[in-house]
């Protein structure tokens, strides 16, 4: 640093929707993962292609400095494990078919479902304890979130089973403002990860047709059961 001597100018290549931690240590031979956040240089967002640092105190003659690169902190994450029930901010709804979304153990449902949640032992599935319905349409619908610019991944895990006569199962992706079933969405029928724009629900939604069901069953987190999709840690990232 010119204006500054002992204090040094940093710059490196970075990622948008990265953070990096500055880190120290006055010895070279200790793991770059213990070195301690520098001065308080913790989670400083990418400005891609490259960051810059300016006038960081240098702290002595002898110091190495380190740029961690790391994931940012899932948008919305909810593995069910604290259930039984559904968590705060989430809604479930039904159209009284006598199917509904549920958080519970799994183990104790029809044998064609899950042994036992992805994590814990709750996950989110749709009459956890019993098949599915004719008829059925249930909705589980997550908290909005305040989509980054850059877009955003819905990452879920799932178990269905079904009777093989038409019933579907789909991850919506809702607009938040305003909420409306007639607003921009987005369906997934089966396993993945989907990129959102501002301001989105997750909407998990199996729809029976008309015929009494077979069992089907959920695993751990954003499950449709008995008719079902699970995961164990649902995460927008």
Known sequence: NGENPGNYDFKWGS??????????????????GTWPVWEGHA??????????????????????FAVIEKD??????????????VPGGWTAADNAAVT??????????PAEGPDAAVSGAHCAGTN??????????????????EVPAGGATLSFQQYIDTDGSGDVGAVRLLDATPKSSTGPSRSHRSR???????????????RRLARPSRSSSSSSAMAIRRFSAASTSMTWR
């Not at 902190?73 to 593995?79: D, R």
């Open 43 to 64: 989670d400083i967002a990418g400005t891609a292609p490259t960051n810059t640092l300016p006038d960081v105190p240098g702290g002595g003659p002898t110091r190495f």
């Open 128 to 145: 956890i304890v019993a098949n599915y319905t004719a008829g059925a349409d249930a909705t589980l619908t997550s908290p909005a979130i």
């Open 72 to 85: 940012p902190p899932p948008l919305l994450g909810e593995n069910f494990d604290a259930g039984p029930g």
């Open 192 to 206: 993945a990860s989907r990129t959102a724009g501002p301001g989105s629900h997750s909407r998990f939604r199996p």
């Open 100 to 109: 509904a979304w549920e958080v519970g153990d799994p183990s104790t449902g």
């Open 15 to 32: 990622k948008l929707g990265s953070l990096y931690d500055l880190v120290s240590s006055t010895d070279l031979s200790t793991p770059i």
